[in-house]
Each structure stands twice: as structure tokens, then as C-alpha cells.
């Protein structure tokens, strides 16, 4: 799990360095254990290094981060062909408040933080340390490391794994505002061999409209609805060519062996003047999909051996 | 083209006997020529026909109709199996007023006529022979032989044909209350062999909905609307098991050979609980169709080609 | 319910003579008890004693009809202005063999029968009469009537009301080919006075797509969806200046003082370049519709409260 | 300008300090100009200032953003209650690299910027700073003013506005990844007196769909295009309580004073459990919104005309 590991392993990227959130996404991918983490700055360093090779994937946050993500990582997945999102990942986001040993609450002057961490913990210090200084961080993992490299903090701000990266002193569990806040990550890598269905799976893919016309987005839908395909996220992107043209992100439930996800795709591809597949991957949440008779597999079986009958 | 001819002709069976609408829609069909004409009485008598074998098709009114037909036509289809339209003519709907030669408009007193030819060139009458009185015939045709039967009629209503039939003199043209009206007829046989498609074809079928809940009908015609497949005809008809029940019955532009109808088709069979396939056949009005490319043979072809590169 | 009766009555007309199904369907009528029934010979003309004032209401088949109707009356209430449905009836179409008292089945040789009747006692006749022959009748009340007039016919086939106009004998009762059988009949009158709404009502309207583009049709029936109207007859009808122009002839649920109906109308009305209300009236089946809270009134006023308070 | 004017100004709270990108947004606001604004940390504060009635308006990045934004805004904007949007700002988002008077590039060897800045300038940086590095600041302008407070860096990275604020030497113009990059702001207010339609209007909506059935998204959105209504904006955003439920952030082409989105957002109250009306305001790229006559104010004004007359 180091980077200057063998030259036998496989190398993973992340947003680094040892201890974020994305770390503890990586930690829960069983074919990375024992292999190379590659820590990086950002999203799209993490993707770099899998367009070119360096790396077999790279964990990146998709939804609802306190990393960055969500929209940096939408549109570097839609402009940067040949990926493919090969499994996804929830990471509990709690916060700690940290010090050197020794260190008590009431010692505490400045903190160091993460400035989006510090946003996030907001009440929690508006409450408990009312007249604190903030001193911001490159990462969350940096705020903490900085406690041993000077004095101007007296605590930082800090995700629950950093104790394994630290010898320090917990001041407060929990600080978040939301309490019960998640990140969604996925794992990123290329090539077209896609997990194997689960039953509990998704998949991604981001289209474009053909046109401005009012209700091509309702067109597009029914693409899912009539095979009776589920979406769990849809989310409309500025395509950045002009102003007021958009692509769209979409999460499907079901795996593109499922009939009546390849269907839709077919059905899409047919509609859509640019369709971008990301991948059939299992879902974190592990939700088994359910699907009507009307619409699963033997439905689509049926009514291919129905239609070669009627015409010899 | 006599019921008596050799037994090595093939039957069609039409609305008899010889001069109705029927046989005028029968005589534009090539491969009928030469063959055993069959006259009935009705609709289920000359499908009878075909599905005993004793007629290799049958010719019978399905549209707008002085004849019968529409709804006798369309449920005789729903619930008869085994049968396929296999062509689609057009007749225009003329009526003469016809008497034996020698008589004069002046003359007429006494007029035969079917019930609903006369319901249908009430106007005209009631202009030209406003004191007139009306016996009824079985048939169009039926009324103008009945002037060399007996004498209790001076003139008779029947379809254009009827002097190729009998010697009788025209006192009057066109006098249908609509001058351009229409009947359309089908041919209808039985089996699995189809027309070739001609780009200009029409797919009949007649599909039930799952249940009675609001929306169905717009989800069954989401399977059309997403494939870019046109209807030329929508009809309900009662399923006559219970009261609120529907089928329906769809005329779609297009064969089953094309992809899109063909892909409708399956997205059609999946949805509904009982489709009924009645045939793939060209159009009376040999008008063209036009697919924009997004729904063509190619668009189903290379999105499949796309799919196949997804996954391996 | 004389013709000749005296000038204070309100006059009804009917496919005649007395003893039809469609007298049949008058008799339901509460208001028309005591009142004039002046019997006619055809659709057109019911409908035009309506549009000249000679009668206040028409009774007319409008469904699965053995006495003509169906396209005939559809195509009628879209083209005469200002006609009006004003209630809805059913008559169970049973057929009786009658004959002068006296006769038994075994004398049956000639069977009098309007031609329509004839067709839909095929299979009783074929299984009961193999020999017998038959004389066509203007209407099935004639057909009866003609057994006192000459003896042509041994028997003839009527309603079961024909033993209520003549002393005849019933030889055979429920000769129908299809026993549960029922024409749907709508009372025809004009002006804008509706019927008050029963909690079990229908709304006909017939209305035109702006243009032929595929998925015109859907979005029509988008206007009924999005308010929660449920139909329960949709009829596509050639409208006859051109081949591939359509009508839709259409039966909501619910009354148009009901919001979701009036809504949806008005949705309707910017849609279609022609829509005609054709009227809302009890339904003959008296169910009661069922209105998801989502669409019952009360969601129409709390959703304008609501609005109203957005913008002061 | 300054956050200590007289009494008699209001105040406009923005992500501050001066010189960030959203005071470029809120210097597009004319009734701001002369008025007192007041820099806050974060969205939190800005929105809370608006509701505890400090300030009369917020200045908040909606879409695309290097200084926060976007789904802490659009989830801000859908917990806090009685907020509205009254305007819509475009600042185009570029970056300088800034140094002290008498600096040089090559003299440049610490480079102090926000983290999200400096992701976005990392391919500039990569290229012509190859060896530098980062030292992390609090807000765009913090990394500029820490030029002055001491010596760890050479240079900054900051908005073109800086130049304002600070005696500084500009090394590097447009300097970020991507040239065109905009950041779309909302200028947030309270209460319900809307801005007055222009022609050029945007909607914004949040609403929840009422349960997981599949095509449920599908029906919402029906009620926008049956109104031919556009949208410009749809995003699908975690509720929150539990995984898998989602609400819509939806911004639609028009005013709620425009017929035909007062008539959608009925519908949208109606269909949804949870609608939250966020405002009607000026579109910030001032383009006019075209109509089909079909779905203009008079079509509607017509449709009601129509009905009132359907029913005394």
C-alpha cells in the first residue's frame, strides 16, 4: 500500500495524500489491497493517469463531496474518452477535531482546516469555540500534519482516518453539521471489460439532446420509461460549446446485460446525436433491483421468439 | 373468374353476389384475376372461408363502409386467429339509379334499394323523386336483378358495376349524398408469408392494454412515438367481456420488416398482454413513407454495432 | 307517445317504426315519457328535427349497433354545429323468431329479417332452419310487421319489444349470435344547458392534431394524463377532405364542471386547431369514477391558493 | 460600498472579501450600487443574513463555480424557507498571476492561491511554472493580500478584479484552464414582490416526486411540455433522509406571470408533494424567450373564452 511498492503491483490514484475521504473509498476496493496508491492533487490527475497507463484505475468523488467532484468529475468523464466507471463507493463523511497529545478544547486558539471542511464544521465551532482563528489547509490531511510542522495552529480539522496516519489526541467526534452526510466515489479505468451483474447495479451514461426543441428531454426519457428502466440520478451539465446547451448524466439501474438496459442504450444511441457509455458497475448501496415480469429478461426473449414467428 | 370454374384455380371469397363494392375492391387484385370469385353473405362467412380453406383469402370492408364491415370486420379479426391482411384497396362509392331499359326518371315511382344505399342517397331522392316509395333488397346488387323479377319496383340503387352485370339503362349518376366517398377493403389470408416490403406499407395490429389505470394507452403509444413509428389508425373497440374493457386496433406506417416497426413491435408484445399481429402489406394509396434518419435501417443498425463495442 | 299528440309536448325522434332497439333506448328516458316519439329512418334525419327545432332531442346508436350508427353518428356530431349529448343509455340486443299464433318452428320455411339482424342470427338459423330462405325487411320492426301484411314469410326475427306492438307467437328467444350484446345509445339535443354532474359521468369531445408529425397523437393524450382524466373511447375518424386526416372522437371520465376536465379541455383547446365538446352526461353504466386526491377538485383550488400567494 | 456606511443604505451580503468573483457578480446589480455590502465566509451566512433580515439580498454562486457553490446553493435554496431569487449574473472567470511591484516571472517560485483556483490554472502552471510550489489560501484575494502580510510566496493567483484592491504587478493574464469558463450568481432576496417580466425570464423551481415508481420523472415533466414550456436547468439532487430520494432542481424559459408557467406550476403542484417556488427573474444572458402561438398568453386567454361557453 505505499507508492514505491514492487513494480508487480498495480497502481491505484487517488486525491491524496494519505487519509482523505477518497483514501478510505480506495480501502473498501478488495483488488486494491496490496497494491500501489498513487496520491494526486486532483480529479483530473487521477484520470491522467489512467488515460496514459500510469495507473489500472483512479478513485474519484462523484456526489455530494467535501473533496471537490461532482461537476469536475462529470465533465472530465464526458470529455475524456475511452473511461469506464468500474465500481462505486460510499464513505461516511465525519469529522474530527485533532491536536498533539496533551492538547485540551480549551487550549484551543486556531485551527487549521481544509477550507471546505472548515465550511462544513461551521456550527459546530461557531458553538463550541466561539472565538477561534482559522489558518486554511491544502487537504484535510495536511491540516493535521501541520500541527507537527509549526506552531500557528493549536487543532485541525480532520476526517476519522487520519489517527491511523498520526499519533494525535481526538478533541471532538462528529463535528459536521450533517451528521449523517455520505460522499459517493466511483473507481475509474478504461477498456470495455465490464463487472459482471449482481442484480444490484448500475449504470452511467451521459447524452445529448438533438436539439433545443421544447420536450426532447421528455423524448429522451421515455427511451427508459417504455423498457421500464429506472433512473437514481439525472443531472443537466453545460456542454461549454455555448451558452444553454446542455448534456445530461444519467444513473440507470440495471446492468447493460440486462435486456432491458441495452434496449434503452440501443433506443438512446438511436435518439441522442452523442452518447457516452460509462460503465455497469455494482452499486455500493448493494439494493437489489427489482424489475416487473413485464420488463425483465424473459419478457425480452418472449417477444423476440414471438416476432421471428410472424414472419417466414 | 366463375364460382365453377376448374379446380385448379384458388377461391376468394367477397361480399356477393357479383357487382357490389365488394368485387369492385376484389378485381384490383392481380393475382385474383382469372380465379374462383366466391360470393357470401357476410364478413364472418368469408373468413370462415379462409380459415376452413376452403378460400385462399378473402375480400372484406374494414373502413367507412356502404357494405358492412368496421367494426363486424375489426372484431372478426381480434378473435379469429390465424388470419393476415395481405392487401389494401380502395373503392370509391358511386351509386346509380338504374332501371330496365326504356324507362324514364318520369316513370319511376317505386325505387329497390339496400337499406343503407338508400340511407346513403337520401338527399338526392328526396330532391329528384320526392314522392317516391322504397321496398329494401338483401344487397345492392340483389335490388336491381329484382327489376326482372317482378314488377313491384320501377328503378333500383346499385354501385357502378351493376351494367356489366345486367342490361339495364342509367337514369341518374353519382347521386351518394358524398361524391367522394370511400370504402377501404383488406384482403385478408391466412399463414406466415408477408408482402415484401414496397416503402409504402402499413402494419395492422390490435393490442389490449395491462390494466384499466390512467396512462396506459399513452404508454402503449410511447412504444410508437419512441421508435419514430406513425399511426395511420387508432381505434378502441370493446373487448365485450365486461363493460370498460378496450382493445385496440392500429394501422402503424411502415412493414415489419423495417426496424423501427419491427423494434416497436417487440417494445409492443412486452407491454401488452395480447397483441394480435393481423400483417405487414402495401398501402391502397401507394404513398411514400418517410423515416427520418434517425429512426431508419442504418440508425438500428449502427446502434447495435455501438452496443456491441460496450462490453466484452 | 303518439305521434298525433297534443301541441304543449316536447317532441323525441328515433330510428323508427315503434319496437326498435333505439325506442327501446328512448323508453329509459324519464322526461320523454308522456312526450311525442317521432320515429325516422336514418340518423341524418333524427339529428336535423334536432338542428330545425321539430324535435328537442334524438335518440341515436352511437356503439356496437345492430341498427346502423357508430361511424354514421360520429361523423355527424363533428359536422352539424351546436348538437349536444345529453344522456347515455344501454339496450341488451336480444333477438326473438316470431311468427303469427299458431305457427310452430317446424312450419318455418321463409324467414322475414332486416338485413343486419339477418347477419347476427347466422348461427342459430344455420344450426336451427338449415333449409330456411329469407326476405330482406327495412328495419326489424318491419320484418314483423310484414307477417299480417302478405304471407311471404312463415316467421320473422325482432326484438323482444315487437310483442308489445303485435299479437305474435315467440318461437325462439335469444337467437343472437353474440347473448351478451349491447348497442350504446346517446339523446341528442342542443343549446349549452348540461346535465348537472352525478359523480358518474362522460364527456365526449372530438378534436383535430395541429399537424401529422409522429407523436402529435401522444401529445393530445398528454393533455389527459398530466390531469389525471382517464378515457374510455378513443376513435380515430377519416375527416374526409384528404386521405390520412383524422379525428379523434373521444370519451373522458367525469364532467366538465369537474376541474381536471375542465383543465384538461383547456389544455386541449390550445393544443387542437378544432376541438368540438360534444357534451357531459351521465354515464348509462352509472360507475362511479374514482379520482385520485392527486386530481380530485380540491387539489385544483389548493394549487391556485398556492399560486396566488407566489407573486403579490 | 463599505460594510460601515450610514444607516439609511441596505446591505448585500457576498462571498467575500472584496475582490472574489461574486463581487464582480454583485457589481452587476444597479440598485446594489451605493449600497452597503458585506463580505461573508460562506453560502450559509450569506443566505442566513437574508432570512435574520441584515441583509436584503445574498450574492451566491449557482452553477459552475471556482468559489463554492452549486449544490450547497441549489440544497441552501431548498431547506431555507421564504428566500427568492431576483436576479441572474454572468461573470466570466479568469485568472491572473499577480506579484509585488518589481517581480518578475522568473523571479517566481512560491505560488500562494486558493485550492480551487489553483486547480483550475494547473495546466498554465504546469507549463510555465514547472518547479513551483503551493502555498494554500482562504479565498482568492486572501492569496493576493498575503503578498503583502509576508514573504512565503513569490505570486498569487486572483480574479482580474484585484487590481482594484491592491498595488500589484500582473505577471500572467487568462491564465486558467479553460478561457471561456463563466460562473453563473443569484442574487437571493426574501419575500414575494417578483421583478416584473421582461421577455427574457428564467423560473426556479424545486420539487419532489410523489414515490419511486419508475416514470414518474417522466410525468413531471409533462406538465411542462404540455404548457410548452422549456426548461433550462434539471438536476436531480439527493433529498437527504434517505438514499435514493431525490429532488429536481428545475429552472424553466419564463415568468410565473406568463400564462403558460402559471398554468405548469399548477400542474406541478398538483402532481408533487413538495414544491418550492424560488422566483421569477431576468435571465442574465438577456435572451428572449420565443413562444409558439399556440402556448402564448392569448391562446390561454382564448381556451378559458371557449370553455365559459361550453356550460350555462
Given amino acids: 500500500m505505499s507508492e514505491t511498492s514492487a513494480a508487480s503491483t498495480e497502481t491505484y490514484s487517488y486525491l491524496g495524500p494519505a487519509g482523505t475521504f477518497t483514501e478510505a473509498a480506495l480501502a473498501q476496493v ?20 489512467v488515460v496514459a497507463g500510469r495507473s489500472v484505475a483512479a478513485m474519484i468523488a462523484i456526489e455530494n463531496t467535501v473533496e471537490g467532484g461532482v461537476s469536475a468529475s462529470q465533465d472530465a468523464l464526458a470529455t475524456i474518452p475511452n473511461l469506464r466507471i468500474i465500481g462505486e463507493y460510499l464513505v461516511n463523511v465525519n469529522f474530527l477535531l485533532v491536536a498533539k497529545p496533551g492538547t485540551t478544547l480549551a487550549d484551543v ?11 462544513q464544521t461551521h456550527l459546530w465551532l461557531d458553538s463550541n469555540l466561539p472565538n477561534h482563528e482559522h489558518i486554511p489547509a491544502s487537504s484535510n490531511v495536511a ?20 489517527t ?14 450533517n451528521p449523517t452526510a455520505q460522499t459517493r466515489f466511483v473507481l ?36 427508459f420509461a417504455t423498457r421500464g428502466v429506472n433512473m437514481s440520478l ?49 452499486r455500493a448501496d448493494k439494493q437489489q433491483i427489482s424489475v416487473t415480469p413485464r420488463y425483465d429478461n424473459q419478457a425480452f426473449q418472449d417477444a423476440r421468439a414471438w416476432l421471428a414467428t410472424l414472419d417466414d
Same sequence: chains 1, 2, 3, 4.
Fill in 30 to 49: 478488495p483488488q486494491a489491497i496490496g497494491q500501489t496508491w498513487h496520491p494526486v492533487n486532483n480529479v483530473g490527475q487521477a484520470l491522467d493517469d
Fill in 109 to 119: 486558539k486556531v485551527v487549521n482546516a481544509h477550507p471546505v471542511a472548515y465550511a
Fill in 143 to 162: 491540516a493535521a500534519a501541520s500541527l507537527f510542522e509549526n506552531d500557528l495552529a493549536d487543532a485541525a480539522i480532520a476526517p476519522p482516518t487520519i
Fill in 164 to 177: 491511523h496516519h498520526h499519533d494525535l489526541a481526538v478533541l471532538a467526534e462528529n463535528i459536521g453539521d
Fill in 188 to 223: 475509474v479505468g478504461r477498456g470495455t471489460h465490464l463487472p459482471d451483474p449482481t442484480g444490484s447495479d448500475k449504470t452511467s451514461i451521459i447524452a445529448e439532446l438533438p436539439d433545443n426543441t421544447a420536450g426532447r428531454l421528455l423524448e429522451m426519457l421515455e427511451q
Fill in 234 to 282: 439525472l443531472e443537466s451539465r453545460p456542454i461549454g460549446d455555448e451558452l444553454g446547451r446542455y448534456r445530461f448524466v444519467i444513473d440507470l439501474d440495471g446492468h447493460v446485460r440486462d435486456e432491458r438496459v441495452a434496449d434503452a442504450l440501443l433506443g438512446l444511441k438511436r435518439f441522442s446525436p452523442n452518447v457516452i457509455f460509462l460503465g455497469s458497475y455494482p
